[in-house]
């Protein structure tokens, strides 16, 4: 790689001065809600509980241990009592790319030791595809997945991380989805390729298409048309016999056309394999293929950990592109829906006809019986027979349903849109449904891209959309193992961001770690609260589906809409998503569900709505009401009872039809008290309740750029209230009755504590403060570079702020910059008030910059981005998010007072100085298994310090 520059080296001295300045119960159940098929139980099959995990699983937890090893208190008391020091198990996790694998054992401990210093918990192993060929030279050295030094590596570093109390987690494959050089055509992924083939007049037979390994001929079918156009609804099956290649057909005056349906594979490859993990993506709907995973990768993997399982093994997400299909399909799909596919396969994959939706409905839903039954509960039994537990992103195609989490251990989710349908909240449902009570995220994918772009603030703004959604633990997309010698900034992951000791803001990351923690502790306290819970309209979404493209959460958008979640948002309320098993097995109780655009339902879940309604529960349906079967077999006959059943429910006290998602909102209001509510700016406001015995927690976040100044209510009622605050632990009291006033700087939380039980001491304020200002700093600072070599680190005067970046001694810099300042003040100016070190309030981004992929922070920082603060030699704390102030009164002295602030910037500034490296001899080598995104984008950022800086006297009245 190209080192043609001395900032690599000097970069590489200033991270090393960076760290110094561094402070350091499963349950089986049905998976349709219609009928049960013959053979199988119409109940929850019992399954023993998991039996006890190794010692590691509950490494570093405290009394109120749930079984699962995870901290969890019922009461305020217990809560607060580890609020400044959350447990371990609370510490956000990173995904660890080992690129290649290249790595060796010395480089792995430090890296670990690094997490552990930066404040997270522990790790996920990911083994992904090479950055750079062999190079003995450079220790560089490419080890096969899975061989005996791999799995040598494996074993090192799970002993090491037991050693330093760092929870180890193993993806069960290289790259997602789970498949690779084991796995036969036979075992491929699935799906039916449709081959039209032209009938000319007169003509008595056509050759066949050609039939490949791994495909078979299921069924021919014939009828008129051609080969670009044909009606589907009017072939008929037909049984030609075959000869020489050829299929024989009885001759017709018109021409025709014959159509082969023949079981085919995707093709699909594992996506960014390592070295030796290339090949098929596996059938997951085929219990045989999963088995010889199982066998071929998994039991390997295990058996490096030797008597210390992993805390648990992870799929990604079900990204198993036009699978549809599998080799007993026709026979599973008789079984369980009663009735034969093959003459139905031209309306299945024509979508042609009005029995094309409810046919569908069926084919989607016997692949989601398949997968759970053959692919989420084997791997989660497996798990469980090891001593450890199935994590997984149960999501995406084949089409998994948000019942199918109940399956596995410990469900997970990814994307942070709050305020729309995510995969993150049919995680966080299911764990509020079927008492998973740690929900973990995939967090930070494609975090303002391109990689080394992205701040803490950008951080925190997704991780509180998470948090909103019910997520309480993180997995950081993520961490790149960088071999040692490489140039600085090291290896990035071809989609994400950078969250390792190799970005100059690494100094704040115990900062931001400790919040992350803290929030994710509290998410996890007492009972989920949420009052709605949206009935999601899975057969409708079966129904809509089509051929090679099979998946409910990609049909859920298009009835639960971004309009319709901002109803139920707005109107002061947040939500679960429920299913129709969820209804018939959680147990869990709404005060409201709401239907969105639900045509197809079955009758015993229509049973179950009334039934929730007689109970006293409110319903709101959007657009429909329920009128139609939601599969074939005898849908008149159901139909008729589906609009009897629903009649009877829409005739009931509490029951509501509005017309559009638009409406929903009054509905709401109508139906249920809001549990918060906001009297303004509701749009960017969002939070979430945990219900304890004997009191309330809120996570308040403000997720908007600009500062929200309004009154909230809230629904709870206690003796008490107090402002617990996430980022140190803090606790000071809170008035809440009749309203409470509630000023937010851009993308500010906060958590709020009502309780029965405890009172925090103080008196809240009643007013706004009085803020006289000590001292303007904006000008004459002193700054220097250390560890960038040369004149940079020698002091500079200052007379105004401004960014390195317009400076070409410092224009490709990346590190720290520290400011000095000595101001001097008199007892007189110390007393009364708090005092403040304010850095200003930033710059609210107009329009959305050109991130083609994931999110970022819409506000330009003061400080850019982020910095650690002295005064007097002691550390008053980091400046990382608004609002930009610190509290530093206990610090200060009469007389000259030293300011001394580390402000770090991007590695993007670095790299933009370098050539992009040509990855040209690796892709002829190994194949082009990865892009690098968006590097057009990288350009020096501004850095340092940018705003007016001010010593503040705050008082409150």
């Known amino acids: 790689m190209n080192q043609h520059t001395p900032r690599g080296r000097a970069a590489c001295r200033l991270l090393i001065f960076t760290t110094c300045l561094t402070a350091a119960a499963h349950g089986r159940a049905m998976p349709a809600a219609d009928a049960a098929p013959p053979g199988t139980a119409a109940s929850i099959e019992g399954v023993a509980p998991g039996r006890a995990l190794a010692a590691a699983a509950v490494a570093g937890a405290a009394d109120g241990n749930a079984a699962d090893g995870v901290t969890h208190f019922s009461t305020v008391a217990e809560v607060q009592r580890h609020l400044a020091a959350p447990p371990d198990d609370a510490r956000p996790m990173v995904r660890w790319w080992w690129f290649g694998p290249a790595v060796v054992k010395p480089q792995l401990e430090r890296e670990m030791l690094a997490m552990k210093q930066g404040g997270f918990g522990g790790f996920e192993i990911q083994p992904v595809y090479p950055m750079e060929l062999d190079d003995p030279s450079r220790g560089i050295r490419n080890l096969p997945y899975l061989s005996p030094e791999f799995l040598d590596a494996v074993s090192f570093v799970n002993q090491k991380a037991h050693e330093h109390k760092l929870r180890v987690d193993m993806t069960l494959a290289s790259g997602w989805p789970y498949g690779g050089p084991h796995v036969p055509v036979t075992e491929a992924a699935s799906r039916m390729r449709v081959a039209p083939v032209d009938l000319p007049a007169g003509a008595d037979s056509v050759a066949l298409p050609s039939i490949g390994s791994g495909e078979r001929l299921v069924a021919i079918f014939v009828g008129s048309g051609d080969a670009r156009k044909f009606d589907a609804t009017a072939l008929k099956l037909a049984a030609p016999a075959q000869a020489n290649g050829r299929a024989q057909f009885a001759p017709a005056d018109g021409a025709r056309v014959a159509v082969f349906y023949i079981a085919s594979r995707t093709a699909q ?572 309030i930033g710059t609210p981004l107009e329009s959305t910059p050109t991130v083609p992929s994931g999110m970022r922070a819409m506000l330009d920082s003061p400080i850019r981005e982020a910095a650690v603060v002295y005064v007097n030699g002691q550390r008053a704390g980091a400046i990382w998010h608004p609002p930009y102030q610190l509290d530093v009164g206990a610090l200060l002295k009469p007389g000259a007072n030293r300011i001394e602030v580390q402000v770090a910037n991007l590695s993007i500034n670095l790299m933009a100085g370098q050539e992009r490296p040509d990855y040209r001899l690796l892709s002829a080598r190994y194949g082009q298994r990865f892009v690098p995104q968006d590097t057009h984008l990288i350009t020096p950022r501004p850095s340092g310090m940018l705003g007016t800086v001010r010593l503040l006297s705050v008082t409150n009245p």
Do not use: C
Request: charged share 20%; aromatic share 10%.
């Open 269 to 840: 490859q594992v996506k960014r394999a390592a070295l030796g993990a290339e090949g098929f993506v596996l059938d997951h709907l085929s219990r045989s293929a999963i088995d010889h995973h199982l066998d071929q990768v998994a039991e390997p993997l295990l058996r490096a950990f030797g008597d210390q399982p992993p805390y648990a093994v992870f799929s990604d997400s079900l990204e198993v592109y036009g699978t549809d299909w599998t080799d007993d399909f026709l026979a599973e799909f008789q079984r369980r829906r009663g009735y034969d596919l093959k003459p139905h396969l031209p309306v299945v994959y024509g979508g042609q006809g009005q029995d094309a939706g409810a046919l569908r409905r069926d084919w989607a839903l016997t692949q989601t019986e398949l997968v759970n039954e053959r692919y989420l509960t084997p791997v989660d039994d497996w798990a469980r027979k090891h001593h450890t537990r199935f994590r997984s992103q149960t999501y995406g195609e084949p089409a998994v349903s948000l019942s199918s989490n109940r399956l596995v251990a410990l469900p997970e989710g990814e994307g942070p849109q709050f305020r729309q349908f995510s995969f993150t909240r049919l995680a966080t449902s299911a764990g509020h449904l079927y008492g998973r009570n740690v929900i973990s995220a995939e967090t930070w994918t494609w975090l303002n891209s391109p990689a080394f772009s992205a701040t803490p603030l950008d951080m925190k703004v997704e991780a509180d959309r998470m948090l909103l959604q019910g997520v309480n633990l993180f997995i950081g997309h993520g961490w790149p193992y960088t071999p040692p010698g490489v140039q600085e900034p090291g290896y990035a992951f071809y989609a994400a961001a950078v969250f390792n000791n190799h970005q100059p803001w690494w100094n704040v990351m115990p900062d931001v770690t400790s919040y992350l923690a803290r929030t994710s502790y509290l998410l996890r306290q007492g009972e989920p609260a949420n009052d709605v819970a949206l009935l999601l309209p899975n057969d409708d979404a079966y129904a809509e589906t089509r051929p090679a493209k099979v998946s409910l959460s990609a049909e859920m958008p298009h009835f639960v809409t971004p309009v319709l979640m901002e109803q139920i948002l707005d109107a002061g309320h947040n939500v679960d998503f429920l299913d129709a098993e969820a209804l018939r097995d959680s147990g869990k109780h709404y005060p409201l569900i709401v239907l969105p655009h639900t045509t197809r339902m079955a009758p015993d879940t229509l049973e179950r709505l009334i039934r929730h309604v007689s109970a006293g529960g409110k319903l709101i349906a959007v657009g429909s009401k329920p009128s139609l079967a939601p599969g074939y077999a005898d849908a008149a006959a159901v139909t008729a009872k589906v609009r009897k059943l629903s009649e009877q429910l829409f005739s009931m006290p509490g029951v509501q039809l509005v017309a559009d998602d638009v409406a929903l909102g009054a509905a709401i209001g109508k139906a249920v008290a809001p549990d918060f509510r906001a009297a303004s700016q509701a749009a960017g406001l969002g939070f979430i309740r945990r219900k304890l015995a004997d009191g309330d927690i809120y996570f308040i976040a403000n997720t908007s750029n600009r500062e929200i100044r309004t009154t909230a209510t809230v629904a709870a009622r206690r003796a008490n209230a107090a402002w617990w605050n996430p980022h140190d632990g803090s606790v000071t009291p809170a008035q809440v009755v009749p309203s409470m006033g509630l000023v937010l700087a851009p993308y500010e939380s906060r958590v709020l504590v009502l309780s029965d039980s405890v009172k925090a001491t103080g008196t809240s304020p009643t007013a706004a403060p009085t803020i006289v200002t000590l001292a303007d700093l904006s000008n004459d600072w002193q700054l220097s570079f250390p560890g960038a070599g040369g004149a940079l680190e020698q002091p500079r005067g200052l007379a105004k702020l401004g960014s390195w970046a317009d400076d070409a001694a410092t224009r490709y810099y990346s590190g720290i910059g520290v400011y000095r300042k000595d101001v001097a003040l008199d007892a007189a100016q110390l007393k009364g008030g708090r005092i403040k070190l304010d850095f200003g």
